[in-house]
């Protein structure tokens, strides 16, 4: 296909190199920065733009992966040229684009991108929703070019997608960061740490979370716990936090029935 | 070394096994339930006792792997052979055991053990101390035979890495358990969000976690905030934990002085 890359951010970056590599063609790369654009367009054999005004007609979708508030306005000037125009939001309703043209789409690659680091884009879950079946059925032979796990995700299923992201991903991450800070306080290294953190991830590859949960809370040792929550007195946000995980641990145990 | 193992439990399975492998010889297992002794006892070519009265004095070292509130009790009644005892807990302090004996110590692995999965011992930070110089380095020595990771840790700061290791690892995991619920409710499969919860840990074993948290917290997205508070309307305990995590993120990130 010829695709056109709006953006060039993180995902417009890991998602153009997936393209590229499958045999797509990027036509351009649109950034309001033209730096930015040149240096992604460079990788990938494509045109920089800094204007929308440049827009070639010579392609068949536009990838829009720019910020979520500028979704509709963008792709009320991309409407004109009647190609499928598909956003890669997780958080941004179909109707942003629709509203514009019925040739819309979500094309929502689930994952954490960083421009410095490379991953394996055929295990990056794509979750798919069109305006149409056929738009629908398009993009997911688009998306199965790039990724073994593609996945027809409606709206309102994509926005608790999202949310769950959010506890999976973004507050795990700063879990990580709360427990380097504890760490650092006490003069011990993050690196100690690291092992725990890469064996509790792994374990939920072949495991549901509630079956290997560990810990003071759900062994319902209120002696540690207490301990813990002393050693957190200067740290009010942490108590709160502390307890308000314990408890959650304690709840979810209790209603799965479970003693151990 | 002649090592004898009290507990039958995860901690113990794994070091036993570990120290199995490096060469060391398991005198006895001992657990209050005889078919848990036995069954470690045969993997690690050891014999299997339910009653300390039946503790074999041919053995160098007791490792008592076992619940934090009764260590102890059991060390003093293991007090009298006069053999090095070291507990294996991250909350117990070393006076647990030194209350009974000036030949004690910890050797406290920071993992998170299942006695269905295996793991590579060689990577598990192994956190010692003893109750003189002499004891540490007897214990440094052992842990060296099973692991690349030794770190000599105080009780003081083995206090604050066992509630690092809480945020780090039971929270975290507890995160995935929300998130797998949030999914469940919508019909939509944990499996959509593994190669995030993967990629998000993996990240972690190059970067500082507070470089590379992302989401809508650190963005400041106060609109995609907004709506995952009213999506988690009928959460109560959800959306205190969604609030604070988030306020969380935005204060650590503006007293590093970011402004991503």
Known sequence: MRITIIGSGNVATHLSAAFKNAGHRIVQVYSRDMHNAALLAYHVGATAIDTLDDISQDTDIFIVAIKDDVIGDTSSRLAKYDKLIAHTSGAVHLEAIRHYTERAGVFYPLQTFSKSKELNFREVPLCIEGADERITKELEKLA?????????????????????????CNFTNHLYAISKQLLANSDMSFDMLRPLIAETADKIKAHAPETVQTGPAIRNDVQTMDTHLQMLDNEPDLRVLYTLLSQDIIKNHNKAGGDK
Do not use: P
């Not at 790039?146 to 709206?155: F, W």
């Open 144 to 168: 199965r070019t790039v990724s073994n796990n593609v996945y027809r995700v409606s709206s309102a299923q994509r926005k608790v997608l999202h949310l769950a992201a959010v506890f999976a």
